[in-house]
């Protein structure tokens, strides 16, 4: 199992950016799909983006797509989100996952997980 630390989260105004990043233990980190995902108060845990072992392909949440951007540097063993245009409901705390296999959209998928970290959005 890989070990993933998330970081860069915090207090924005809405309409300003973000950017967060997930460190990965271990030299295998290329061999995993990554995901976001990130949950609110009293909500499940909701879909954000997911990207490939290779970063050739990404798949993002209609609520995100055109504001949020996934990548990832292998080399680094790092996966990157940079949150754009940001809304008052994109406030929750934000998981990075890896899995291996191909990138999927779904929680269940995912066996590593990392701590999360709080984005709050003011209005």
């Known amino acids: 199992q890989v070990q993933l630390v998330e970081s860069g989260g915090g207090l924005v105004q809405a309409g300003g950016s973000l950017r967060l990043s997930c460190a990965a233990s271990g030299r295998t980190f290329g061999s995993y799909a990554m995901g976001w995902f990130r949950q609110a108060p009293g909500k499940e845990r909701e879909f954000i983006a997911t990207?490939?072992?290779?970063?050739?392909?990404?798949v993002y949440a209609d609520s995100v797509k055109g504001r949020f951007t996934i990548s990832r540097a292998n080399a680094k063993n790092t996966m990157y989100l940079q949150m754009s245009s940001l809304r008052p409901e994109d406030t929750a705390v934000y998981y990075c996952?890896?899995?291996?296999?191909?990138?999927?959209?779904?929680?269940?998928?995912?066996?590593?997980w990392g701590q999360g970290t709080q984005v709050t959005v003011s209005s």
């Open positions: 990207i490939s072992q290779s970063g050739g392909s990404t």
């Open positions: 996952a890896a899995r291996r296999g191909i990138a999927t959209v779904q929680s269940a998928d995912y066996g590593s």
